[in-house]
């Protein structure tokens, strides 16, 4: 249940990722090399790998939020639908507005949840009532506005972790994008309320694309509907989930998927 | 594979659009970044006339603008007695009350202590000069049973107060910053406290420490009106040498008195302002010392994490 | 008692004097300071205009002349110092020119005072041909407190918690917007904080403006951006120097009390900004 809002257009395009031959390197350190991939729309997507394996370093290549580290270069096509990323999208703002992205550890800015919430559209002429829906609609989204629906304007600090985790989800929800960017969303968060993140994620997954770094091989287990396993670099094997976890093809990943071990 | 012809493949970086808010902090930035080399330049082309005029007089021990002598000899001499002399007062003193301080156990104590003595940094230093002219002046010469009390000696004296501050802030930075693992762990192989900071909390503090002194050093060495109410202003070498009871003139004090009186374009002028290059020169190379010190320790502090 | 334990005695002994001193020192200024200068200061000598070169009357001009020159100074300072953090924290990529930008800061703040009197002397009285103006010795002062106000203002900027900046961009925000949204608003404590340490700095500085901004009788408020002030420092310098005078004397320790407790003011206020306009501070 995508919530309606107003500012996005009816006709969604489409949000299927290819990437094409891509590498990334920091500085003389190449952390991606030449993959290849593809990801659906409308559907969770996993990235699995152990750490190092440059999966963190793809996803923030997919919104671009790399440029601004020193020494970080890419090569090679990223394409979200029609577009490139580096040559379609001249304001790399417009990039990141349309794909969202949800770090590690919750970081809410200081002030209220209402303002956390709209943080992202400062830009755009919004009425009140405009503001009051889509705060609304982005923290139901985001499976939230039970817990705060009471006291939007008590500072978003007083949230528990869990909590702020799914107000940075509601926050990049805001800004109506078409692809959620997941860098490890659980990592810092108690089991429960992973437990509820992950659910959340599902329920997403049928309106957004969504890219999920992980390296809970169990929760990819749970969440993915198709898995990409990436080591050193390089992509291994990738594939749809039951594909993945049950018959995968090289016995690498087996190793991986079953003793969360690899020796590449 | 190398990525060093990763430009040639790749589509160029979209640039920072140049908008004007961009060039505003660019502008502003570049502008207050480059005013330390503009002052340096500033000063180095005023004194240009006098170097080229005056040149290697300026070396002797003469200064004497009505006869076209400028030698600056007296002023640099002054100013390194009186810097020697805060330091020797200052240094021990200050590092001392750091390591006292850091044995206070109690954080809020400890800060409260630590801000008040800081104070002594907040009082302005033509304040000092009037604590050096009332009572300091007068007590070196009932002391020492001098006609003036105004010499080099009160100059050092009252400087070393002025750095103390610094040397005893930033001595107790490094010394707290010493893992408590290292003390720890001395104090339980049995080590006297004296014994505990001399092999494991100095040896990590003293580079913290030593930039300290070079940071205090520069202070003192650019102290102007303290330093001009009490030295005596008279523009001599002592003699002997070692004579702190006797006036005598810095760099700093120089300036001070002198500039108001000098005509802008004149080698006297020029001759003042090269006195002022070379003290600054001096205290920028203190300075950036020190913080190559501190950067160093940090460094390393850094890598002990890790 | 072993060489060991006794040489640790004199270590320790070492220690309390040295406290103890500096103790001592500190409290013997301060009631220097307050015992001379409380028997000078009253209302009348609060807000009278000096006579007799210093030696009657008050400090009113001294005063305002003092506070205009240090408050038009950090009116200058502000833009320029917030800019330079802000370049250095959020726009300068490359290594060279942030150990560039450091290295100036702390050069700036390594040149002795007389240094900045001289070159405002030089450049702006003599070359550019302001004369005496307290407007350009403003602007020295300003020169003075960019260091204290760029530092305070790049570690409030560089203590924000990691990620503030990411999530900012990863919502769609132009760096533009992170910059006035995000990295200013949440290091306003460190502007501030800066501010005031630099301002409680420069309302005491006199060797930076006694050649170019300031004359010692006769001023009072300046009509145009040139023309001098008179200013606490330089008065306290002016009456310091006929010393033999106990009257001139006298008003010196007054004015001194007075500067010495607008630095306090200043002071303070810089105490209070770090603490209260941290928008951090509450989960510290």
């Given amino acids: 249940m995508k919530p309606e809002l107003k500012l996005v257009s009816a006709q969604t395009p489409p949000a299927a990722i290819t990437v094409t031959d891509f590498s990334a390197a920091y500085g003389d350190v190449n952390v991606i090399k030449n993959i290849s991939l593809s990801v659906p729309e409308k559907s969770v997507t996993c990235l699995l790998g152990p750490s190092g394996s440059g999966k963190s370093t793809l996803l923030r290549s997919l919104n671009r939020i ?3 580290v020193a020494g970080f270069t890419t090569k090679g096509d990223i394409h979200i639908g029609e577009s490139c990323v580096h040559k379609g999208f ?7 507005a349309k794909a969202g992205m949800v770090f590690q550890t919750p970081c809410v ?9 709209l943080f992202g559209l400062k830009g755009r002429k919004l009425s009140k009532i405009e503001k009051a829906q889509i705060t609304e609609q982005s923290l139901r989204a985001a499976a939230l506005w039970k817990d705060v629906s009471h006291r939007l304007s008590a500072p978003a600090s007083t949230l528990s972790v869990g909590q702020q985790q799914r107000l940075c989800i509601a926050r990049a929800l805001a800004v109506t994008p078409d692809i959620l960017l997941l860098d490890e969303p659980t990592a810092s968060v108690d089991p429960v309320s992973a437990r509820e993140i992950e659910t959340l994620i599902k329920t997403l997954s049928k309106d957004y694309t ?4 992980t390296h809970d091989v169990r929760q990819a287990g749970r969440v993915a ?6 080591c050193d670099g390089e992509v291994i094997e990738q594939g749809p989930r039951d594909h993945m976890f049950s018959k995968a093809a090289l016995p690498k990943t087996r190793t991986y998927l079953l003793e969360e071990f690899c020796d590449c | 594979m190398s990525f060093a012809d990763a430009a040639a493949v790749m589509p160029p970086r979209p640039r920072a659009r140049r908008d004007s808010f961009t060039l505003w902090i660019t502008g502003s930035a570049w502008l207050s970044a480059s005013l330390a080399g503009l002052i340096l330049l500033t000063l180095a082309v005023q004194s240009a006339p006098a170097i080229r005029q005056a040149g290697g007089t300026m070396l002797s021990v003469q200064w004497l603008p009505s006869a076209g002598q400028y030698g600056i000899i007296p002023m640099v001499f002054g100013s390194l007695v009186v810097m020697a002399i805060a330091m020797t007062i200052a240094l021990p003193v200050g590092v001392m009350a750091a390591v006292q301080l850091s044995q206070i156990k109690s954080l809020k104590t400890r800060r409260f202590v630590k801000a008040l003595l800081e104070g002594l940094a907040g009082i302005p230093s033509i304040v000092y000069g009037l604590i050096g002219v009332s009572f300091l002046s007068v007590f070196v010469a009932d002391i020492f049973d001098l006609q003036t009390g105004r010499v080099i000696f009160t100059a050092g004296l009252l400087l070393s107060v002025m750095i103390l501050p610094t040397i005893l802030t930033l001595s107790e930075d490094a010394i707290s910053a010493v893992p408590n693992a290292l003390t720890q762990n001395a104090a339980a192989l049995g080590l006297y406290r004296f014994e505990i900071f001399r092999s494991a909390v100095l040896p990590s503090a003293a580079p913290h420490i030593l930039g300290a002194g070079l940071l205090a050093l520069g202070r003192a060495l650019g102290e ?3 330093v001009m109410l009490i030295i005596g202003s008279l523009d001599r070498l002592p003699s002997p040498l070692w004579n702190v009871l006797s006036s005598g003139q810095t760099i700093t004090s120089k300036l001070g008195r002198e500039v108001g009186e000098s005509a802008f374009g004149s080698v ?31 460094k390393t502090i850094g890598l002990l994490h890790v | 008692m072993s060489r060991r334990a006794l040489s640790d005695r004199a270590f320790r002994l070492a220690g309390y004097i040295a406290l103890g001193l500096c103790l001592c020192v500190l409290g013997a200024l301060l009631f220097a300071i307050a015992y001379a200068g409380l028997k000078a200061v009253s209302f009348d000598f609060l807000v009278m205009p000096s006579k007799d070169f210093g030696a009657a009357g008050g400090i009113r001009w001294q005063i305002i002349g003092s506070l205009l020159m240090a408050v038009t100074a950090s009116a200058l300072v502000l833009p320029f110092a917030t800019a330079l953090a802000v370049y250095r924290a959020d726009m300068a990529r490359s290594a060279r020119v942030k150990r560039f930008i450091d290295l100036s800061v702390f050069s700036l703040n390594g040149i002795p005072s007389i240094a900045y009197g001289l070159f405002g002397l030089i450049v702006f009285v003599n070359i550019l041909g302001t004369g005496l103006s307290w407007f350009v010795g403003s602007i020295i002062l300003a020169m003075m407190m960019m260091p204290t106000v760029t530092h305070c203002a790049l570690s409030a900027m560089q203590s924000l918690p990691s990620g503030v900046r990411e999530n900012g961009y990863a919502l769609g925000l132009t760096r533009r917007a992170v910059i006035t949204r995000i990295t200013l608003p949440q290091s306003l404590h460190g502007i501030v904080t800066g501010l005031m340490i630099g301002l409680a700095r420069a309302i005491g500085e006199t060797a930076p ?9 006769g001023v009072s408020l300046p009509s145009g951006l040139q023309g001098p002030v008179s200013t606490l420092p330089t008065h306290i310098l002016a009456l310091a120097q006929q010393a033999t005078n106990p009257d001139a004397l006298r008003n010196a320790w007054g004015a001194s009390f007075v500067l010495i407790g607008l630095v306090f003011l200043f002071s303070t206020a810089a105490f209070i900004a770090r603490t209260r306009l941290n928008p951090y501070s509450e989960r510290l």
């Avoid at chain 3, 403006?209 to 009788?217: D, P």
């Fill in chain 1, 90 to 96: 001249t304001d790399v703002t417009r990039l990141r």
């Fill in chain 1, 109 to 117: 800015f200081p002030g209220s949840i209402a303002a956390n919430v």
């Fill in chain 2, 268 to 298: 006297h002028f020029s001759a003042l302002i090269f006195s002022a290059l070379i003290l600054v020169i001096i205290t920028l190379s203190l300075t950036i010392a020190a913080q190559i010190l501190f950067a160093r320790r940090a």
């Fill in chain 1, 210 to 213: 969504i890219i999920m770094v």
């Fill in chain 2, 224 to 226: 102007t009106m303290a």
């Fill in chain 1, 66 to 68: 790399n440029d601004d």
């Fill in chain 3, 209 to 217: 403006i006694m050649f170019i901004a300031t004359a010692f009788s």
């Fill in chain 1, 225 to 230: 509907d198709r898995a990409i396993f990436l």
